[in-house]
């Protein structure tokens, strides 16, 4: 298990910013329901480099899931533009979508997301059987997997069997098995007590000090402390990016 | 690469299926009752179809299916029945002339023509009385168109026979019916008052088609016949044994030939009589048969439209209740047909098992019919099994494509809010 470490300044690790992963540009999303619209965005830019810990943070509402889910690739903008890895993510069909989610980003949930009827192991090698890997070389890097979250003995364990925060951690060795480039975390410890929850936030930070690129989406301060960078959103709009 | 990712897919699908249904046992059961009816209405439908087939061909064999027959009337119906009352009626005399024929001919395709009267009789042995018998009258030459054995004795020969002697064979029934519990051979029996001596009695062979019984006939010499009976001008015939029965048609144009030399017809002339083959039995079964596979469609249709209906509701209440994990599993990288599939997979999984369990009930069926009743020709045929499996697994994909197309297509973020 990884202890759970708070972050200090002193232990603090912050690694240099790489190439550019994600770049949006005046992102608007408008919901129609029914009469009226809901300006879920308002016209939002954003740089995200690779090897950044990023935190977005606003009260409920403000469009955080909205523009996680658009950074995700789960949705696209209604007007705007989205360069993921330099290519265009408005101009793609749903299977190529579909790619990039598999390939290059790792979901986490607040509600873990698990499939209930198979094992750790079977859920973390989900999205490798989905980018058409061998079954023999997949239990491999499952258990890597689950091996560097710290659930090494519990592969075989359903998610009923398994606490809160280590069904978190299956989920987040599932965002990681396929070495995406970021790993996009929507209130991870939402539904976790404060001593889980900032174990959670350790396990975040250990991953980033050994060279994954996260971004967390949380209302409570304590929790974007973790992160490198803050952006706030007020109303579908960028409030203030701080680096810390 | 990409087929082995849908390979994958697969796989991980049917283990989810098979999850799935492992979970809801009763619900994936209760459903899989439609198809379960509709697949042993199919199986059973095609076993008695084929059991009637084999059961014809097996009274065809009895009859001995390389004969043709010489007759007056066809044995289909007739509208002009008139054009057929005038013929001048089959003589037994007959036989001789188309056996002479058949000999001068080279290469003969026929190999012996044999003349057989008939008529119903009443036959005594001592206090035993049995009536309406069928008693025919024949040519030695019988032995070589007779498909039978004998329990005891022989036919009569052809001197025999040309005398006139008063000889006879009787069916096992008839033998057993006069003589229960002893040998018939060789004891005297009155048919219509005159004595006969018992010279064979044949095997049981049953009945053709539960029409006649093989078992309840009497032969005689045909100068016999002729002399206590005369002959009837509709009951006799010429049947004719050809030699290769692969070439039955060719058979039958020389047959047709030979007899209108024998009946000394001239070109344009129209035949003044029909030769008649079993195969023109197996037409008559035909209206029964269509009876039977258009009641079965019908009731395998049913089932299978109910059962569709069944694994359809069950496969939309699937996506509905996991619209979360197809929402999960859209993030993840699935892709529409992934998840069409994935769907398809479980309405398929419904319908095979509904399928599989058809299939072990006709097999059971079949075989507790076949053990209470072993004259019954039952049978199973291997390509039924298989047919009524792809049937089920055609009903899983057309009943389930509905829900899982609309699960492929679900919106990732819409899926994944759902509550
Ligand atoms: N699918 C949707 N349909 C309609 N309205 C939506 C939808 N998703 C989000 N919204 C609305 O957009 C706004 C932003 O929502 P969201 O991004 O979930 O906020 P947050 O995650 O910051 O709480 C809210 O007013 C929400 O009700
Ligand atoms: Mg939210």
């Known amino acids: 298990m990884i202890p759970p470490a708070a972050p200090s300044p002193a232990s603090r690790v912050t690694r240099t910013p790489g190439p550019l992963v994600i770049d949006i540009e005046d992102v608007v999303k408008l919901y129609p329901m029914g009469a009226e619209t809901i300006h879920a965005l308002r016209g939002v830019s954003l740089k995200i480099r690779r090897n950044e810990y990023l935190a977005i943070m606003g009260p409920s509402g403000s469009g955080k899931s909205t523009l996680m889910n658009m950074l995700g690739c789960l949705d696209t903008p209604t007007t705007g533009r989205y360069e993921f890895n330099g290519r265009n993510v408005a101009a793609m069909d749903d299977d190529e979508l579909a790619d990039i989610r598999n390939r290059e980003i790792g979901f986490v949930f607040q509600t873990f997301n698990l499939l209930p009827r198979s094992n750790a192991l079977?859920?973390?090698?989900?999205?490798?059987?989905?980018?058409?890997?061998?079954?023999?070389?997949?239990?491999?890097?499952?258990?890597?997997?689950?091996?560097?979250?710290?659930?090494?003995?519990?592969?075989?364990?359903?998610?009923?069997?398994?606490?809160?925060?280590?069904?978190?951690?299956?989920?987040?060795?599932?965002?990681?098995?396929?070495?995406?480039?970021?790993?996009?975390?929507?209130?991870?410890?939402?539904?976790?007590?404060?001593?889980?929850?900032?174990?959670?936030?350790?396990?975040?930070?250990?991953?980033?000090?050994?060279?994954?690129?996260?971004?967390?989406?949380?209302?409570?301060?304590?929790?974007?402390?973790?992160?490198?960078?803050?952006?706030?959103?007020?109303?579908?709009?960028?409030?203030?990016?701080?680096?810390? | 690469?990409?087929?082995?990712?849908?390979?994958?897919?697969?796989?991980?699908?049917?283990?989810?299926?098979?999850?799935?249904?492992?979970?809801?046992?009763?619900?994936?059961?209760?459903?899989?009752?439609?198809?379960?009816?509709?697949?042993?209405?199919?199986?059973?439908?095609?076993?008695?179809?084929?059991?009637?087939?084999?059961?014809?061909?097996?009274?065809?064999?009895?009859?001995?299916?390389?004969?043709?027959?010489?007759?007056?009337?066809?044995?289909?119906?007739?509208?002009?029945?008139?054009?057929?009352?005038?013929?001048?009626?089959?003589?037994?005399?007959?036989?001789?002339?188309?056996?002479?024929?058949?000999?001068?001919?080279?290469?003969?395709?026929?190999?012996?023509?044999?003349?057989?009267?008939?008529?119903?009789?009443?036959?005594?042995?001592?206090?035993?009385?049995?009536?309406?018998?069928?008693?025919?009258?024949?040519?030695?030459?019988?032995?070589?168109?007779?498909?039978?054995d004998f329990r005891e004795g022989r036919l009569f020969t052809g001197p025999e026979a040309d005398a006139g002697r008063q000889v006879c064979v009787l069916g096992c029934d008839v033998a057993d019916a006069l003589f229960p519990g002893r040998p018939a051979l060789d004891q005297t029996v009155l048919i219509q008052g005159q004595p006969f001596r018992v010279v064979g009695v044949l095997v049981r062979q049953g009945s053709f088609l539960g029409l006649f019984s093989f078992d309840n006939q009497v032969l005689m010499p045909l100068g016999a016949f002729k002399k206590y009976f005369g002959v009837h001008s509709t009951q006799a015939e010429v049947r004719v044994k050809v030699k290769d029965k692969t070439r039955l048609e060719e058979a039958k144009e020389e047959l047709t030939g030979a007899m209108r030399r024998v009946r000394a017809l001239l070109p344009g002339?129209?035949?003044?009589?029909?030769?008649?083959?079993?195969?023109?039995?197996?037409?008559?079964?035909?209206?029964?048969?269509?009876?039977?596979?258009?009641?079965?469609?019908?009731?395998?249709?049913?089932?299978?439209?109910?059962?569709?209906?069944?694994?359809?509701?069950?496969?939309?209440?699937?996506?509905?209740?996991?619209?979360?994990?197809?929402?999960?599993?859209?993030?993840?990288?699935?892709r529409r047909k992934t998840i069409l599939l994935q769907f398809l997979i479980e309405s398929v999984s419904i319908s095979l098992i509904g399928g599989v369990a058809g299939v072990l009930l006709t097999v059971s069926l079949c075989l507790g019919v076949r053990a209470a009743l072993p004259s019954l020709p039952i049978e199973l045929s291997p390509a039924l099994i298989v047919i009524g499996l792809f049937v089920a697994v055609g009903t899983g994909i057309a009943a389930g494509f509905a829900p899982a197309w609309s699960a492929s297509r679900l919106n990732p973020v819409e899926a994944l809010r759902y509550e």
């Open chain 2, 269 to 334: 002339q129209r035949d003044n009589f029909t030769i008649n083959e079993q195969q023109a039995f197996k037409e008559q079964l035909d209206p029964v048969k269509q009876g039977i596979a258009l009641a079965g469609l019908f009731i395998t249709g049913l089932a299978l439209f109910v059962g569709a209906i069944g694994i359809m509701n069950i496969t939309f209440v699937s996506v509905r209740e996991r619209t979360r994990e197809i929402g999960t599993r859209k993030a993840l990288g699935a």
């Open chain 2, 1 to 148: 690469m990409s087929t082995h990712r849908l390979l994958y897919e697969a796989n991980e699908s049917w283990r989810i299926a098979a999850a799935q249904i492992r979970a809801h046992k009763l619900r994936s059961l209760l459903t899989a009752l439609g198809v379960i009816i509709g697949i042993v209405a199919v199986t059973l439908m095609g076993t008695a179809i084929r059991g009637m087939d084999i059961s014809f061909e097996n009274n065809l064999a009895m009859l001995g299916d390389d004969i043709l027959y010489v007759q007056k009337w066809p044995w289909h119906n007739v509208e002009d029945w008139w054009n057929y009352a005038n013929r001048p009626p089959i003589r037994p005399e007959d036989a001789d002339s188309l056996n002479r024929v058949i000999a001068s001919t080279p290469n003969s395709l026929l190999e012996v023509a044999v003349p057989v009267c008939a008529r119903s009789a009443t036959l005594k042995a001592g206090d035993a009385q049995v009536n309406g018998i069928y008693t025919f009258g024949t040519s030695g030459d019988y032995s070589r168109i007779l498909a039978v």
């Open chain 1, 122 to 244: 079977r859920n973390v090698e989900l999205p490798l059987v989905y980018s058409g890997m061998a079954p023999e070389e997949r239990e491999d890097r499952a258990r890597e997997a689950l091996e560097a979250v710290g659930l090494g003995n519990r592969m075989h364990h359903k998610p009923n069997e398994l606490s809160g925060g280590q069904r978190q951690r299956v989920a987040i060795a599932r965002a990681l098995v396929n070495r995406p480039s970021i790993i996009l975390a929507d209130e991870p410890t939402g539904n976790l007590d404060s001593q889980t929850g900032t174990e959670i936030m350790a396990l975040f930070n250990d991953l980033y000090e050994r060279g994954n690129t996260i971004i967390v989406v949380t209302h409570e301060e304590d929790i974007a402390r973790h992160a490198r960078r803050i952006v706030r959103l007020r109303d579908g709009l960028l409030d203030r990016d701080e680096v810390q």
